[in-house]
């Protein structure tokens, strides 16, 4: 496959296996490398101390933290969208792929001038399926880097979370791997696609047999195949027609690592830039016999490289797994990730959250589950409650939405969210050490309940119209109000007046490219802000550069009493907020002129800085905090002629 050049890194772990018998829903953290800096192509070989025996483990994840550092003015220094691969290197057996992440374009993840490590993400795989692989102690781990520049970080962890697994992996073994030249006549891709016999044993009881691949397509002959063409791939089991499968991601422009510095919109062969590669599954169990051999074979789509000198392929690997019965004869809900609220940076673009919460369920058991009972909170609020209801099958997921109030969220730096699944199919769930989830949260996004939106396009259409469009929906989802079916290079201007409640302002883009993108500059930038109504001002602006859709979830908070029943946050905006250097901008928007007192208090109500505003109305004032501790303040500025209080949140970094 490739160059095989290892670079022997004897890394000890940092955390070494704890010893057995820590209680169910005990995490057991097992660091292999930190901050390792990759300075080329090849594979850097690893000794993990995994733990030996223990568990058993219900969940076992791998995190595998991406990071940059800085390489000066080094020649090959891109940080651009490269494979990476995790292996395990079990001793006298087959090596497993475990995780394939690809790169992202990562050029700005460092700040010039700025001290640390600068930007990083984590991507977390569920590698339960390899539990007996990763549990025999001492193992040789490898990753794999791909690209041919340099200034990349990585940093490789796992969670073995302790408890009862849904179910038993038996066995594990390799079907195909390595690097697939595509569309070449004197190596067809066939050649390494050959039939395959796997052995199915006949004891312990087997209930599913799945075939697992990671597959990317990469490089580029004149048809611009593999990487940016779609291509298929059947699956027959013992010469029978299985099923087929499109090699192709059609929502890269969705990407929650965005924007990135290159061209991370354009959907691929199975890989987008910046995300793992997801692997695809085929149910092969009607043709698994216990005790027999199961013939397994891939036919990819024909097809023939318009030049042969020039031709892309295919990074493959595919296992076959085996797995036991499930644990649990009743249904178990199995509660897998909070989507929102959430800082998960895997799920940037539902967040921040102002209304509702949506959760990943999966039935952990064998019978279908039908019914769970939620009970719920965010922050310190009412625990709330949700009774959902649906039939989901054994090891099958579902997003399910919670019931949730602004009021809930309201928060000026964010809180804890809390889930626990109560109940499955009316009754007490049977394993309670996947019932309950907790996710940290931001602070919700405040606007004025007027505010002016102006959007001016750019130059790209399709079907006659721009291709940007806006909408901006209330909490049910009903449209409030839109701009669709946009003229090119014209601005739009409409004002909003909002009630009180959360609104979701959506941004979509039908060449998914956003309205200002570097590699499209013959269509030129568009540019979408909101105004304050009286000033002008910014309040709001939203980057070009998004992809096919950007949405921004706010409040409108109620009224405060004020004669002319403006909303709060109309009458004062601050900025920035945090504030690392300790001053602050207060933008005003009042119905008259007139002197505003401002009082600055710690969360105990001391008083730690006074001054008066004279003849406020509307436009920015400087408020100057310079010299306070860094924390959390309460700014309450009152309007000496009408009386009214604008309490506000600021925090001092």
């Not at 644990?327 to 539902?350: H, K």
């Not at 928060?411 to 007490?428: D, R």
Request: proline residues 7%; neutral net charge.
């Amino acid at each position: 496959m490739r160059s095989n050049l290892y670079l022997l890194l004897v890394l000890l772990a940092g955390v070494l296996a704890r010893p057995a018998h820590a209680a169910p829903g005990d995490t057991t953290r097992v660091t292999v490398v930190t901050d390792m800096r990759i300075p080329r192509y090849g594979a850097y070989d690893t000794l993990a101390n995994l733990p030996h025996g223990g568990g058993p483990y219900r969940k076992i994840l791998l995190h595998y933290v991406l990071g940059r550092y800085g390489c000066g003015g080094a020649q090959y220094c891109g940080s651009w969208d490269y494979t990476t691969r995790v292996l395990l290197h079990p001793p006298f057996s087959d090596s497993l792929e475990l995780a394939r992440i690809i790169t992202p374009y990562a050029s700005d993840w460092l700040t010039a001038g700025t001290p640390g490590p600068g930007r990083r993400h984590d991507y977390v795989t569920d590698v339960t399926d390899y539990a007996e692989q990763l549990t025999q102690g001492p193992r040789r781990l490898q990753y794999f880097y791909d690209g041919y520049s340099w200034g990349f970080t990585v940093s490789l962890y796992f969670e073995f979370i302790e408890g009862t697994p849904a179910h038993d992996v038996l066995r594990v073994q390799k079907i195909y791997d390595g690097w697939l030249p595509f569309g070449k006549t004197a190596e067809p891709i066939e050649n390494r696609l050959t039939p395959q016999l796997a052995y199915v044993p006949g004891g312990p009881p087997i209930d599913r047999v799945e075939l697992k691949s990671l597959i990317s397509g990469h490089g580029s002959d004149g048809n611009q195949c593999a990487e940016f063409c779609a291509k298929y791939y059947d699956v027959f089991a013992n010469q029978q027609y299985v099923g087929r499968q499109q090699l192709w991601r059609d929502d890269c422009g969705r990407n929650p690592v965005s924007p990135q510095t290159g061209t991370w919109v354009y959907d691929r062969a199975n890989w987008c830039p910046g995300q793992g590669v997801q692997p695809l599954r085929h149910n092969l169990t009607p043709w698994a016999a216990p005790g027999a051999s199961l013939e397994i074979n891939l036919d990819m789509d024909p097809y023939t490289a318009p030049s042969q000198a020039n031709t892309g392929g295919y990074i493959w690997h595919t296992q076959l797994i085996q797995y036991g019965p499930p644990a649990f004869a009743a249904a178990d809900a199995d509660l897998r990730e909070v989507v929102s609220p959430t800082l998960d940076p895997n799920y940037a673009r539902d967040n921040p959250a102002c209304a509702g919460a949506r959760v990943v369920l999966r039935n952990g058991g064998a019978a279908p589950l039908m019914s769970v009972g939620f009970r719920y909170r965010a922050g310190g609020g009412a625990w709330l409650t949700h009774q959902w209801t649906g039939n989901l099958a054994f090891q099958r997921d579902t997003t399910v939405a919670l019931p949730l109030p602004a009021t809930a969220l309201l928060s000026g730096t964010g809180g804890q969210f809390t889930v626990v699944a109560e109940t499955a199919n009316g009754a007490s769930d049977p394993n309670h050490f996947n019932d309950t989830l907790r996710s940290r949260y931001a602070a919700t996004v405040a606007l004025p309940a007027a505010f002016r939106v102006t959007f001016s396009t750019n130059g790209a259409a399709v079907g006659g119209f721009n291709e940007t469009e806006w909408r901006l929906l209330d909490e049910t989802g009903a449209v409030v109000r839109q701009r669709v079916r946009l003229a090119n290079r014209t601005t739009y201007l409409d004002t909003l007046q909002l009630a009180p409640g959360c609104y979701t302002f959506q941004v979509t883009d039908a060449g998914c490219d956003g309205f200002a993108w570097w590699a499209n500059p013959g269509a030129g930038s568009g540019v979408l802000r909101f105004l304050r109504p009286t000033t002008g001002q910014a309040v709001r602006s939203i980057s070009g550069d998004f992809g096919c859709e950007t949405t921004l979830r706010f409040r409108v908070a109620a009224p405060t009493g004020v004669a002319d029943a403006l909303e709060a946050a109309t009458l004062l905006d601050i900025y920035p907020n945090p504030t690392t250097d300790g001053r602050l901008t207060l933008d005003f928007a009042l119905p008259r002129r007139q002197e505003v007192a401002v009082a600055v208090r710690s969360l105990d109500g001391r008083l730690v800085r006074r001054t008066t505003l004279a003849a406020v109305q509307t436009g920015p004032r400087e408020l100057d905090l310079r010299g306070l501790p860094a924390g959390v303040y309460l700014l309450d500025c009152a309007t000496l002629t009408d009386g009214a209080h604008l309490w506000r949140r600021v925090v001092v970094e």
